[in-house]
C-alpha cells in the first residue's frame, strides 16, 4: 500500500500557520536576526533529515520499547446510545481506541486511509518531531483515500493527550481517541483510572460539519473558535480578530466559541439517556483523565455528591518539570 511522505509546500495562511510562523518568526527575532526576516510566505521547511531535527531527536531519552498501532480511518455506523448514526471513526468505534505507552517509548503507527478524501492523524498536545505531526500542507502531505502514512517518534512526556485529524471538519466527526503517556516513576497513589473524552456532536444527525462551516463562512461568523477546521482556503487574515478571541474567566475558549448549537452531548461516544457508567466501591481513589474533544463547546465538569472545596487538581497527571497539568484544546 502506497504511504505519503512529507510535504514541501505551504498553503494559504490560516490560524494555525499564522500561529506556527509567527512564533518561529518571534524565535528568529529573538536571535538578533530581525534584517531580512520573512515573517510571513513561504516557508522554509525543516526536513526530516535535518541537522536541528537530528539534534533534537538525539537529545531524546527513550526507553528502548517500541508500540506498534494501526489505526483505520473509515465510515462506520455507531450507537451513541439511543440513537445510530453514520459517520467517520477510527477502529469502527467513537472514541476510538485509546493508545497508551510510557514516557521515553517510541509509538509508530501506520494510518490506514479508507475515507473518501484526504486525512492526517495530529497528536494533540505532544511535543514531538515537526515532520510527524500531522498538519496538512504544513509538517506533512495529507493522506490521500486508499493509501497509508507511518508516524514514528518518541514520546517525551507523561499526560493525558489525545489524535485526531487536522483536514477540514474531520474533527467535528468521530475521529479522536486519547493517547495516555504513564510516567514510569510515579507513584500511582490512585486505586482506579478512567478516561473521559467529552464531545459536542452533529454529524449524522443534525447539520453536517462541513455545512456548519459553510453556512458560518457565508454569514461573515469568524472561525477561530471551529478548531480542528483549520484547513480551510477561505480562513485567511482578514477575517480573524486575534485579540477578541483571547480566552476570558466567562470565556474559557474565548469569544469565538458557542457559535453552534449541537443537538448532542457525549461522554465516551454515550448520550445522557444511555451514559457512560464508572463502576466502583465507597473509598476507592479514582484518577480522572479528561478530554475535551468537543468542536466549539467549553463544558464544566464535577462530580455528584463531591465537596466543591476537593482537591481537584488531584484528578490530573502533573506536567513536565512538575508542574500542574490540564488538557485543552489549541487552534
Keep these: 500500500?502506497?504511504?505519503?511522505?512529507?510535504?514541501?509546500?505551504?498553503?494559504?495562511?490560516?490560524?494555525?500557520?499564522?500561529?506556527?510562523?509567527?512564533?518561529?518568526?518571534?524565535?528568529?527575532?529573538?536571535?538578533?536576526?530581525?534584517?531580512?526576516?520573512?515573517?510571513?510566505?513561504?516557508?522554509?521547511?525543516?526536513?526530516?533529515?535535518?541537522?536541528?531535527?537530528?539534534?533534537?531527536?538525539?537529545?531524546?531519552?527513550?526507553?528502548?520499547?517500541?508500540?506498534?498501532?494501526?489505526?483505520?480511518?473509515?465510515?462506520?455506523?455507531?450507537?451513541?446510545?439511543?440513537?445510530?448514526?453514520?459517520?467517520?471513526?477510527?477502529?469502527?468505534?467513537?472514541?476510538?481506541?485509546?493508545?497508551?505507552?510510557?514516557?521515553?517509548?517510541?509509538?509508530?503507527?501506520?494510518?490506514v486511509n479508507d475515507l473518501p478524501e484526504d486525512t492526517t492523524v495530529h497528536w494533540h498536545g505532544l511535543a514531538l518531531r515537526n515532520d510527524m505531526d500531522g498538519v496538512p500542507?504544513?509538517?506533512?502531505?495529507?493522506?490521500?483515500?486508499?493509501?497509508a502514512f507511518d508516524y514514528s517518534f518518541v514520546v517525551p512526556d507523561p499526560g493525558t493527550y489525545w489524535f485526531h485529524p487536522h483536514v477540514g471538519a474531520q474533527l467535528d466527526r468521530g475521529l479522536q481517541a486519547p493517547l495516555i503517556v504513564e510516567d514510569p516513576a510515579e507513584p500511582g497513589d490512585y486505586d482506579q483510572e478512567v478516561v473521559l473524552v467529552l464531545d459536542d456532536w452533529t454529524d449524522g444527525w443534525g447539520e453536517s460539519p462541513e455545512a456548519i462551516v459553510e453556512r458560518m463562512a457565508r454569514e461573515g461568523m469568524d472561525m477561530g473558535g471551529m478548531s480542528g477546521m483549520e484547513d480551510m482556503g477561505h480562513m485567511g487574515m482578514g477575517g480573524m480578530d486575534m485579540e477578541g478571541s483571547m480566552p476570558s474567566a466567562d470565556q474559557p475558549l474565548g469569544a469565538d466559541t458557542g457559535d453552534v448549537s449541537y443537538p448532542g452531548h457525549l461522554i465516551n461516544g454515550r448520550l445522557p439517556q444511555d451514559p457512560f457508567v464508572i463502576t466502583s466501591a465507597p473509598r476507592r481513589r479514582i484518577r480522572l483523565r479528561i478530554i475535551n474533544a468537543g468542536g466549539d463547546t467549553a463544558y464544566r465538569f464535577a462530580v455528584g455528591g463531591a465537596p466543591p472545596e476537593r482537591d481537584a487538581h488531584r484528578w490530573f497527571p502533573r506536567g513536565p518539570g512538575g508542574g500542574r497539568h490540564s488538557d485543552h484544546r489549541d487552534g
Excluded: C
Design 137 to 147: 500542507g504544513v509538517t506533512q502531505d495529507p493522506v490521500a483515500p486508499g493509501t
Design 1 to 111: 500500500m502506497p504511504s505519503s511522505s512529507p510535504s514541501r509546500e505551504g498553503k494559504s495562511l490560516d490560524r494555525r500557520r499564522f500561529l506556527k510562523f509567527g512564533t518561529a518568526g518571534l524565535v528568529v527575532v529573538g536571535g538578533g536576526a530581525l534584517a531580512g526576516t520573512r515573517f510571513f510566505g513561504d516557508p522554509t521547511p525543516v526536513g526530516p533529515g535535518g541537522a536541528a531535527v537530528s539534534a533534537a531527536e538525539a537529545g531524546r531519552a527513550t526507553t528502548g520499547k517500541v508500540v506498534r498501532r494501526q489505526l483505520r480511518a473509515a465510515p462506520a455506523t455507531v450507537d451513541l446510545g439511543g440513537r445510530t448514526v453514520r459517520t467517520w471513526a477510527y477502529e469502527g468505534t467513537v472514541p476510538g481506541p485509546e493508545i497508551r505507552l510510557s514516557a521515553g517509548d517510541q509509538l509508530q503507527v501506520r494510518l
